[in-house]
C-alpha cells in the first residue's frame, strides 16, 4: 500500500513530483493547494472563504482544509491508497491526520518525503511560474509562513521515522528517479 506525503517548500517541485508519481502508480494525487484554486475558481462556498488566504499566501484555517482532507480520503479511490501535496502543512494538521487515519483503518505504512531546495532556487522557479500567489512580496511570505508553520513537521515526523529526505535541486527526472528507488524499497 503506497501512501505519500510530499513536504518542501513552496516550489519545491512536491506538485510536479507528486503528480508524475501518482500517475505512474495509478494513485490518486490529493494536492490541497489545486482543491482549494479549483473552488476559488468556481467561487463554492469554500472558495469563496478560502480566497483571501490564497491570494496572501497565508494559510486556510486548519478546520477548513481538515474538513476537505476528511472527505477526499473518504473517497473510494483513496481506499487503496494516495499520494498527498500541501497537506499536512501544520503540526495540528499532521495530529489530525493521524488520528483520521485511524478512524479510516489507513494507518501504518505512510512515508514522508522532503524535498530539499534552497531559498533562492526555489523563489526564482515560482517567478518563473507565474501562478496568482507566485509575486516576490507572496513568495517571501508563503516561505516564512513554511518555516513557522510549517517546517516544523520535519522533526514531527523524523521522531516517528516516517521522513526521507530527497535532494530536490536536481533536474526534474533526477529527482523522479531517486524517488522510485524510495517506492519500489
Ligand atoms: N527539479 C526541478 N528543477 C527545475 N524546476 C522545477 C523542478 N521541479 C519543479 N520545477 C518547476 O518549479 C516550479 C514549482 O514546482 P511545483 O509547482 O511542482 O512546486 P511545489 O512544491 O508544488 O510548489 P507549491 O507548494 O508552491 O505549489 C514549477 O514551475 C515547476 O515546473
Ligand atoms: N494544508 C493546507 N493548510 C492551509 N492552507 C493550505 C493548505 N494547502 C494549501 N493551502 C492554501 O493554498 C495555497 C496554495 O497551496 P500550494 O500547496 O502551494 O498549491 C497555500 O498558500 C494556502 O493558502
Known amino acids: 500500500m503506497t501512501r505519500l506525503i510530499f513536504l518542501g517548500p513552496p516550489g519545491a517541485g512536491k506538485g510536479t513530483q507528486a503528480k508524475n508519481l501518482a500517475q505512474d502508480c495509478d494513485l490518486p494525487h ?92 526555489v523563489i526564482s522557479r515560482l517567478l518563473e511560474r507565474g501562478r496568482n500567489d507566485d509575486t516576490e512580496e507572496v513568495i517571501r511570505h508563503r516561505l516564512e509562513v513554511y518555516r513557522s508553520e510549517t517546517a516544523p513537521l520535519i522533526d514531527f515526523y523524523s521522531d516517528r521515522n516516517l521522513l526521507l529526505c530527497v535532494n530536490g535541486n536536481q533536474s526534474p527526472e533526477e529527482v523522479t528517479a531517486d524517488l522510485k528507488k524510495i517506492v519500489v524499497s
Open 30 to 121: 490529493i494536492s490541497t493547494g489545486e482543491i482549494l484554486r479549483q473552488a476559488v475558481k468556481d467561487q463554492t462556498p469554500l472558495g469563496v472563504k478560502a480566497q483571501s488566504y490564497l491570494d496572501k499566501g497565508d494559510l486556510v484555517p486548519d478546520k477548513l482544509i481538515e474538513d476537505l482532507i476528511e472527505e477526499r480520503l473518504g473517497k473510494p479511490d483513496a481506499q487503496s491508497g494516495w499520494i498527498l501535496d500541501g497537506f499536512p502543512r501544520t503540526v495540528n494538521q499532521a495530529v489530525f491526520l493521524e488520528q483520521l487515519l485511524q478512524k479510516l483503518h489507513q494507518q501504518g505504512g505512510e512515508r514522508v518525503i522532503n524535498l530539499e531546495v534552497p531559498d533562492d532556487i
